[in-house]
């Protein structure tokens, strides 16, 4: 096994490494730091995209929670009390969530529109 300290990124999985790309992008579009997302701050801002998050990769990639979890480093059940929360929110038509969630689908877009370019680059 190859240590990570020796070649960083090495022990992230394909599906890690597809989930970071997308939270990197989506963190690109708001304009907010990546390492602030998937870090263990607790600002309001930085939650609402954490959540977003997750539903979108709950929901709109299919990963399971355990694999979110483990890729934010947070318990499985963070997860899924995430996902709900941010179900609440767009449920309420919260101002700031739909905008939120704006960005959230056109990077979900963004990103199945490089997958389906990356397969059709290799056939």
Known sequence: KISPYVYPGTELARGDLEMGIFVKHVCRMLDVHFN?????RKYRNLVEVRQACYYALVRGQKKTTVEVAKYFNRHHA????????WENCLH??????MRIQAVIDAA????????IHELEKNF
């Open 78 to 85: 963070s997860v899924i009390h995430g996902c709900r929360v």
């Open 36 to 40: 602030l997302v998937v870090g263990p």
């Open 108 to 115: 979900q877009i963004d990103y199945h529109k490089k997958k």
């Open 92 to 97: 309420v038509k919260d101002p700031n969530a």
